[in-house]
């Protein structure tokens, strides 16, 4: 099928020749076009520019036929590319949330084996088929809100088996959705009571058992540890990410969101494709940021959750590093995979530009995915996944009306949803 779209208010990151990612003060460019047309064939973006061109092509177009949307009043964006989620997962966590509410930590929680070794626990029982359904279930929840491409973990089996659960649930839905997938392997989430004490021996079980049969059934595009306090050493990060490197698989890691905790350096010291949470987020870590081809990813949502503090974002794009923004859409400490309220926040707390936010979550998304060659903008050739909003005064409009869906049609692989 091919769709043309009319009289766009304003096409959003739109141009061909666009870099793979922005950084510094080049995350404020947002190339957009007033009053354009979209035009998309089969899957692919094929062609955009302003009205009054597509005059001069109409009766060209016309003649192979296409279903035409009007879109007067309204904005069309790439559509958001959430690049750290923890989506397939048993089931919500909302005692722990009135825990929390009550005054205790998320290590607290974690100790009293609360927090992921819950999920753990319940994951066990869960079958692959119920796993699968209520997970492609969240994943048409998140279209709505405009998110296309997605990346989804384990990290709530903690077993091999229940590992590999996941990860074929991951691999099903990539397969039944329209949205992009991309699946990391994350077993060093947490340490399973039954190695407390022994954590040396569970890092062995990921790096023997766990790494290789991912690898064997290919069920991994990228590998994480939560490299924090109370959880995975740098030391046992390092051994794990050298293992999975040997099978491919790029680091993708969960770095300083309880602490300094070292795991941003090693993320770079291993080139991993993002460091993400960056709660803790000092010059030294800036340092060792300039210049490498990681992506610091920043999840509002977490934050805002468990009532951290803020990552320094500002800092972070004033010294010239690039930026991106994702859901971390899990049951315990970010139960919303609603990216529009990202956006929201990355404006009102983190004080991005509306352009920056903007970037953080489609052009800096795609890169910290992978998919920046086909996602993340609105460029001759790649993947149509465009969102539709509903009639909207401004760009600035987006992020300020906050916690309404302004999201009305969306496209996925050149279809709608
Ligand atoms: O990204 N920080 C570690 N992992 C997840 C939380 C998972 C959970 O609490 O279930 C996160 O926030
Ligand atoms: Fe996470």
């Known amino acids: 099928m091919s769709i043309l779209i009319t009289n766009i208010k304003k096409l959003v990151q739109a141009g061909n020749d666009l870099p793979e990612k922005r950084a510094g003060k080049e995350m404020s460019v947002l190339p957009s076009i007033d009053n354009a047309y979209l035009y ?12 009054k061109e597509l005059d001069v092509l109409r009766p060209g177009l016309k003649a192979k036929g296409f279903h035409e949307i009007d879109a007067s009043g309204k904005m069309v964006f790439p559509c958001w590319c959430d690049s750290h989620t923890h989506l397939v997962y048993p089931a919500s966590r909302e005692i722990e949330y009135v825990d929390k509410i009550k005054g205790l930590t ?13 999920s ?40 091999t088996e229940a590992e590999l659960k996941m990860l074929r649930v991951i691999q099903r839905l990539k397969e039944a959705s329209p949205l992009t997938i991309r699946s990391t392997f994350l077993g060093a989430h947490a340490i399973p009571p ?7 021996e569970y890092v062995d079980l990921v790096i023997n058992e766990m790494i290789p049969q991912v690898a064997a059934e290919e069920l991994a595009d990228y ?26 698989l790029r680091p993708k890691i969960h770095a300083n969101e309880l602490d300094y905790s070292g795991g941003i350096q090693a993320g770079v010291k291993y080139n991993a494709l993002s ?3 960056l709660e803790y987020t000092g010059n030294k870590e800036i340092k060792a940021l300039l210049g490498s081809e990681t992506m ?3 999840l509002p949502g977490a934050a805002f959750f468990l009532n951290m503090p803020f990552a320094p974002a500002r800092k972070m794009i004033d010294a010239g590093l690039p930026v991106a923004m994702a859901s971390d ?5 970010s139960p919303s995979g609603n990216m529009q309220l990202i956006l929201s926040m990355a404006c009102i707390s983190y004080r991005l530009l509306p352009e920056e936010a903007v970037n953080a979550l489609t052009l800096n998304g795609a890169y910290a995915m992978g998919v920046q060659d086909d996602l993340g903008s609105i460029s001759v050739g790649k993947t149509a996944n465009v969102f539709i909003t509903k009639e909207i005064p401004t760009l600035e409009y987006f992020p300020y009306y906050y916690g309404a869906n302004k999201v009305e049609t969306v496209i996925l692989k050149g279809g709608l949803l």
């Open 296 to 298: 610091p990813v920043i």
């Open 120 to 159: 753990a626990q319940k994951m066990a029982e869960m079958s692959e088929d119920e796993l699968f359904e209520a997970s492609l279930n969240r994943l048409k929840e998140i279209a709505c809100y405009g998110t296309g491409a997605v990346e989804i973990k384990s990290g709530y089996g903690l077993t």
């Open 329 to 333: 859409f899990n049951p315990g400490s």
């Open 106 to 118: 998320y290590e607290e929680i974690a100790k009293r084996g609360g927090g992921i070794l819950n």
């Open 40 to 51: 998309i064939k089969g899957e692919k973006i094929a062609g955009f520019g302003l009205m």
């Open 275 to 277: 460091v993400d949470h």
């Open 223 to 248: 590998i994480d540890v939560f490299c924090d306090r109370g959880f995975f050493t740098v030391e046992d990060t390092e051994r794990i990410l050298m293992a999975g490197m040997k099978y491919g």
């Open 194 to 200: 039954e190695y407390r004490g022994r954590q040396e």
